[in-house]
């Protein structure tokens, strides 16, 4: 019979001991360098990020406006002043303009003109007081430059401001008020959009049928309906 292997020599086991020592820092480094690198990644993913963020802000266009002492107008200029309006479409609801406004290579505004007889008659069928002040929606498409690049913001949504009072001869005289962003980025159609936002403040009104007590007229009689 073979003689069994001889038991290793205090020297030979302190050589396998140191080597497995060497192996383990081995390992160390390398998953040490590994998270070296996964955090330089992450922090030029994140620096990469925030720097896209920021052009994009600088980037986006949000008009502003100021109305005439007179209020039939609405002069439209950029937020940011480096940039410079191309062209505007302004779309509203159809009960106060039946189709889209463009202006190109003139000044933007917004004119009282464009709704003043929408704006008679909805308030007309809403029987609105004498006197008072609202808001109208409109979707605004945007053409302009920016260091010396086109850019298109494809609509946002704003809220137009006017105020109207009654007249000598009994009708409505409006003004516009001002202008302010309601929301960037308008997904889909945008009339659609507009004319939802215009029905929410002026909902149609129902009509009774032929011999039928309006319901606001048989509240103010006290009759309700039979049991």
């Not at 020297?11 to 001991?17: A, S």
């Not at 006197?131 to 430059?145: I, L």
């Amino acid at each position: 019979m073979t003689d069994p292997t001889p038991p290793p020599t205090p020297q030979q086991r302190r050589r396998r001991v140191w080597l497995t020592i060497g192996e383990l820092v081995g390992v160390l480094a390398l998953v040490i360098a590994g998270l070296n690198f996964w955090q330089s990644h992450q922090q030029y993913l994140s620096a990469q990020k925030t720097a896209e963020t920021q052009a994009q802000a600088r980037s986006a266009f949000v008009m502003a406006g100021v109305a005439t002492r007179t209020g039939d107008r609405i002069d439209i200029r950029p937020l940011n002043p480096d940039q410079a309006i191309q062209n505007q479409t302004y779309i509203f609801p159809v009960a106060l303009v039946d189709h889209p406004i463009k202006l190109t290579a003139t000044q933007p505004r917004l004119e009282r003109s464009w709704i003043d007889q929408g704006l008679r008659a909805a308030l007309n069928a809403d029987r609105a007081p004498p006197s008072g002040e609202s808001v109208a929606p409109v979707a605004v498409v945007t053409t302009y430059v920016q260091d010396g690049e086109t850019f298109t913001d494809d609509g946002s949504l704003y809220e137009v401001g006017y105020a109207w009072r009654s007249t000598l001869f009994g009708g409505r005289k409006f003004t516009l008020e001002g202008v302010a962003l309601a929301k960037r980025g308008v997904k889909g159609d945008a009339t659609a959009e507009v004319n939802r936002l215009w029905r929410i403040g002026h909902p149609p009104k129902v009509e009774a049928a032929p011999g039928a007590t309006p319901p606001d007229a048989a509240d103010r009689a006290g009759v309700g309906p039979q049991q």
